[in-house]
């Protein structure tokens, strides 16, 4: 239920040839320090999103760690994604605050509305679902974030709404 | 301070709940008025006071009063704003609190004391100069005017019973004697801020609202062991509170507070940096969250050796939790008396709990220990929403466990609430009311931790996820006759047979919920009721004949078309095709759905 990975199928269409290049300059930064094995790994995420295939071979040659234990770094942490995600990303809360004020249908009415997974990515790309642990606006539960945004007091119907106007946003904008 | 006043200061606040209920766009507005020139004021921000409930929160200090105004929203400020400044007159009907008069949330304040969150709410997290007026690095300071020794302030810490607030509850001074007393010429202080537990969120506020606080308490900490270095481990998911500490190490620096020989010291030097953490819960065990400082997996090892004698590079090292280290410069500032002066024998001071569930004020409150449970939840939190019936209270987290409605005279300090098979945790309180059911909370909080289990020691990763499942099967409503007894077994394996607090702890929330209510346990298992309507599968719907009025809405909203029934005639739910999703319940507008 909670702090669900992204999915880790990869989605076809989705993967682009990411410009590895950019990585070297976070590798200046952390040379020879010690313990920055995570920046590492969070500095790839935040460029691309994700952190690619190649990625990983570069920052084991970079840090002499073996690829193996890089892995194993990267996915023992919720944090990180192997896999492209949507260009939105709903982020649910499943928070105790949000779980007794019934976060569960937030994330069931939204699952309904994009047919997806918990942790999936709409066909177009648009949306990827996700439940996260608490986001610390306990008070204004049961909440969700996309983007920058909170969402407060959601119902399932507020949910599904919020949805439908950033897809009616978009194909207005595209026009 | 009002006196400084010339003009008068606009208030908004900008901790994360307040700017997830729209406090940014409330001070986009002002700063919009002020461009505007209709009104000539100061326009200022500070972090959470505790009082999410009522965000966004704008105060309004000029030479005469303050004035804290509740739902600021964008729509509603200037009009607030505008009546208040222009025409002074106080909107009393959003006034929360007040000098003046009593406003109409003062309830909340009374009974409070600030230690820890002495700042927050009062100050510009993002400005030293008004840190400073406030009482910022005089701790410190006056260590080195006075020539105050290490092994002194070792003294002060103990003397006050100061204990770790993070949830252990070991006595701080005694974590910095052993950590003294290890021989070294490098040595390490650490700041948990890993703050994991759901519905807790006092750290994050204390960052966001007053990060000097917090360094000015390592510095202490890293004089009196000896240490060079500090870092602070924060959660990723905290990234207002990561800027603000970035800011407010960058503001130390420059002023020379931190780095070499700061406030004239001769011997002393001292660095922080920030590390991010990267999503796991384990890492909130100071061995696993080394671990991942060092750029592992955050599993947890063997203690001994303790981190006092070999942590961080296997260095000696100190850990304590962001609320410990906020507490310290005013322990040092004030004396240890002072501190003890607060709370009960042997849990002195004050704690920060997070108030957050079925509570009608949600927020951060801090009070003396000894306080009692029904006194925070109905004096503070003014009772449970909606007028319902209070149950129980969760304490601790995951790693805690359920407090009855009965127990509510229970004193809040480490012994007492131990007592009760709940542990202090770091401060969560989420409160219940008679909707919650017992059971899907623990299979909540079980899941939560099953899924966080690091996977070293089996019981911890195999045995979670056994008892969750018998906790899945209770809830579905195939719960068997031995199902208790075996839960119970578990749970003893797991909590003796774990490395960590996160297995030794994890069934807590199982065991007290058993201990409590074993009545819904039996009452899922024997007569497959779920007493409070939540466990779905438990449930049966039927339409009452007297008030169905035949409109036919339940009966197109159906999924799976249980529903028979004409215009104008009772509708009947078929019980073999009905899958119990609660559909027709939320629409029919006539209350002739029946729950069981």
Request: with cysteine; hydrophobic share 35%.
């Amino acid at each position: 239920m909670r702090i669900h990975r992204i999915a880790q199928e990869k989605v076809n269409g989705l993967q682009p040839e990411a410009d590895l290049t950019q990585l070297e300059a976070l590798f200046t930064r952390y040379r020879n320090k010690s313990g920055s094995l995570i920046p590492l790994l969070q500095g790839t995420q935040h460029m691309f999103g994700y952190i690619p295939s190649k990625a990983f071979e570069m920052i084991a040659e970079e840090t002499n760690i073996p690829v193996a234990d890089i892995f194993g770094v990267a996915t023992f942490y919720a944090q990180f994604r192997l896999h492209p995600v949507g260009k939105n990303v709903i982020k649910v809360c499943h928070g105790t605050a949000c779980h007794v004020q019934n976060a569960n249908s937030i994330t069931d009415a939204i699952k309904g509305e994009l047919s997806v997974k918990d942790g999936g990515t709409t066909e177009d790309g648009f949306f990827t679902l996700e439940s996260v642990a608490c986001l610390g606006c306990c008070s204004l539960a049961p909440v969700m974030m996309i983007g920058e945004n909170t969402y407060g007091k959601l119902t399932g119907k507020a949910s599904v709404k919020v949805i439908r106007e950033l897809r009616k946003e978009n194909s207005s904008n595209n026009q | 301070m009002i006196e400084t006043y010339t003009k008068p200061k606009v208030i908004v606040g900008l901790g994360s709940c307040g700017i997830a209920a729209g406090a940014a766009k409330t001070y986009d507005k002002l700063q919009k008025m002020l461009q505007e020139g209709t009104l000539d004021f100061e326009l200022s921000r500070t972090s959470c006071i505790g009082m999410c409930y009522k965000e966004p929160l704008v105060e309004i200090r000029d030479k005469n009063s303050w004035v804290l105004y509740g739902d600021m929203t964008a729509d509603k400020v200037e009009q607030t704003i505008l009546k208040h400044l222009s025409k002074g007159q106080v909107d009393k009907e959003n006034a929360v609190s007040a000098r003046d008069f009593k406003a109409t949330e003062e309830d909340f304040f009374d009974g409070q004391v600030k230690i820890a969150l002495r700042n927050c709410g009062h100050i510009d997290p993002e400005s030293l100069s008004e840190a400073e007026e406030h009482g910022a690095y005089q701790a410190i300071r006056a260590i080195f005017d006075k020539k105050i020794s290490g092994a002194e302030v070792i003294q002060s810490v103990l003397d006050s019973g100061l204990r770790g607030r993070g949830g252990g509850g070991f006595p701080t001074g005694l974590k910095w004697r052993f950590a003294a007393q290890s021989e070294n010429d490098e040595k390490y202080i650490i700041c948990n801020a890993d703050e994991g537990d759901p519905g807790a969120f006092m750290d994050r506020s204390l960052l966001e609202g007053d990060p000097h606080a917090v360094l000015e308490g390592m510095m202490i900490g890293g004089y009196a062991i000896g240490a060079q270095t500090g870092v602070i481990y924060c959660r990723a998911e905290y990234p207002l509170a990561i800027k603000r500490l970035n800011i407010a190490i960058a503001q130390a620096k420059e002023k020379g507070y931190l780095g070499k020989n700061p406030f004239g010291s001769e011997a002393f030097s001292f660095d922080i940096y920030v590390k991010e953490g990267a999503g796991a819960f384990v890492c909130g065990e100071e061995t696993a969250l080394i671990a991942s400082i060092e750029g592992q997996r955050g599993m947890p090892r063997k203690r001994p050796p303790f981190p006092a004698v070999s942590g961080l590079w296997k260095k000696p090292t100190n850990i304590n939790n962001v609320e410990t280290w906020a507490n310290i410069p005013w322990i040092i500032h004030n004396g240890p008396a002072a501190y003890a002066a607060y709370g009960t024998e042997k849990s002195k001071g004050t704690k920060v709990f997070a108030l957050t569930g079925k509570i009608r004020n949600g927020g951060l409150v801090e009070v003396p220990m000894g306080i009692t449970i029904n006194d925070i939840i109905f004096k503070l939190g003014g009772g449970i929403q909606g007028g319902k019936k209070f149950k129980a209270v969760q304490l601790g987290g995951p790693s805690g466990g359920c407090i009855p409605a009965e127990l509510g005279d229970t004193c809040v300090d480490y012994d007492s609430v131990n007592a009760t098979g709940a542990i202090m945790g770091s401060g969560g309180m989420v409160v219940m009311d008679e909707t919650t059911c017992m059971i899907d909370l623990a299979k909540f909080f079980l899941h939560f931790t099953q899924d966080e289990s690091c996977g070293k020691c089996t019981f911890c990763r195999i045995g979670t996820k056994r008892m969750l499942e018998i906790l899945e099967r209770i809830t579905e409503g195939k719960g068997k006759e031995s199902d208790i007894e075996l839960l119970e077994n578990l749970a003893f394996q797991i909590k003796n047979n774990s490395l960590c607090g996160l297995g030794q702890t994890a069934p807590n929330p199982v065991l007290t919920t058993l201990k409590y209510f074993k009545a819904e346990y039996e009452a899922h298992i024997f007569d497959k009721k779920c007493p409070a309507k939540v466990c779905k599968p438990l449930l049966k719907y039927s339409i009452n004949p007297d008030t169905c009025t035949g409109c036919m809405v339940c009966g197109k909203k159906c999924p799976t078309n249980a529903i028979d029934g004409d215009r104008k005639k009772v509708h009947v739910i078929n019980q073999s095709m009905c899958i119990q999703c609660g559909e027709c319940f939320n629409v029919c507008r006539f209350d002739a759905v029946i729950v069981e």
